[in-house]
């Protein structure tokens, strides 16, 4: 099946619009809604293909019509994006210009126009008239991550569809199948539930960095070979950059630790550094469950209030001071 990713990412959504399209009752505007990274436009381009997919197993995405689709170069798809963080007049002049045009096919039109929160007054007003109007075969669908920027004759002239948050096993998938190592799909996938945020992490300069970074101070916990304040202040430049890197640290030694927990309760399925077992399973053999979960908290409260830290060496040498000691008599 074409489509397998976008069916487990919104299977509510592909199943409302099959609902419609059987039935007959397809709306001639649709108001995709959901954070970024939930799949919204390319399940805009899945309805336009199931308008104008020429197979019988509809939508195909491999016939010539809903390759067009996908490249953007069907005539009967407009789609419109904000320029310079806005979408202005010509925009949606441009769109019913078009769609007048005798280059367009026979058969339903789609315009999709992604962020629509960013739509000014003017062109606001030219897209309302064109909604009100609604042909049969045209449908529009507009995208957005924020309803509560929408003017409210937007949201009234549309049908309103939620979209849910991808789970993680998906972003894991899509990830793997881009050619993202195992592991680090996995930790991606706990750190976001979007698609498109997924891929920015994983592609980061410093995501494998900072992973490494994290793997060897519990390795240096476990070992006690040197001590790891030492060890940190020593490798640990490239997390103070900037605080999406500094929050980025914290989250994946929060994954860490909740991986030691996990162990500890032998729930070895959630395990995300599924590399770093051994150094995990000694971890979790010499410390007990109170103590695994108190240090848990000391980072989980230091990621809370971490960008109101003054001296975030300091706080950090804290929360490696307290992985690190030894548990007193034995
Ligand atoms: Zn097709």
């Known amino acids: 099946m074409a489509f397998e990713k976008l069916t487990s990412a919104q299977p509510q959504v592909i199943q409302l619009l099959e609902n419609s399209i059987r039935k007959d009752r397809l709306s001639h505007a649709y108001l995709f809604e959901g954070e970024r990274g939930t799949k919204k436009f390319e399940m805009a381009q899945y309805l336009a293909m199931r308008l104008l997919c020429t197979s019988d ?25 904000p320029i310079k963080n806005t979408i202005r007049k010509q925009q949606v002049i441009d769109l019913q210009m078009e769609f007048s045009k005798t280059s367009v096919e026979p058969g339903p039109k789609v315009y999709i126009i992604r962020n629509i929160e960013k739509i000014n007054l003017q062109a606001a007003n030219s897209l ?7 042909t049969s075969h045209i449908h529009a669908i507009l995208t957005t991550e924020n309803l509560n920027r929408l003017l409210p004759t ?16 998906i972003i894991k998938e899509e990830l793997v199948e881009e050619g993202y190592p195992e592991e680090a799909s996995s930790i991606v996938s706990r750190l976001t539930n979007s698609t ?16 490494d970074l994290v793997k060897e101070i519990y390795n240096i916990v476990n070992t006690q070979e040197e ?19 500094n929050n980025l640290f914290l989250s994946i030694m929060v994954l860490y630790q909740k991986d030691i927990l996990n162990y500890y309760m032998g729930d070895m399925n959630h395990i995300v550094f599924k590399n770093e077992m051994n150094t995990i399973g000694s971890i979790a053999k010499v410390k007990t469950k109170n103590r ?33 000691k030894r548990v007193s008599n034995g």
């Open 292 to 324: 695994l979960i108190d240090e848990l908290e000391h980072m989980l409260s230091l990621q809370s209030r971490m960008n109101s830290y003054i001296n975030k060496n300091l706080a950090y040498d804290n929360m490696l001071l307290s992985l690190e």
């Open 196 to 211: 498109t945020d997924a891929f920015d992490i994983a592609s980061g300069d410093f995501f494998i960095d900072v992973v």
């Open 128 to 134: 309302l008239k064109f909604l009100e109007e609604p």
């Open 154 to 169: 937007i949201i009234s002239r549309s049908q309103i569809v939620s979209f849910t948050s991808v789970p993680d096993t």
């Open 57 to 81: 197993d509809k939508p195909c995405g491999e016939c010539h019509n809903c390759r067009r689709i996908k490249h953007r170069t069907h005539p009967n798809v407009y789609v419109i994006e």
């Open 227 to 245: 001590s790891v304040i030492i060890y940190f202040q020593e490798n640990s430049s490239i997390i103070y950059q900037d605080s999406e890197t």
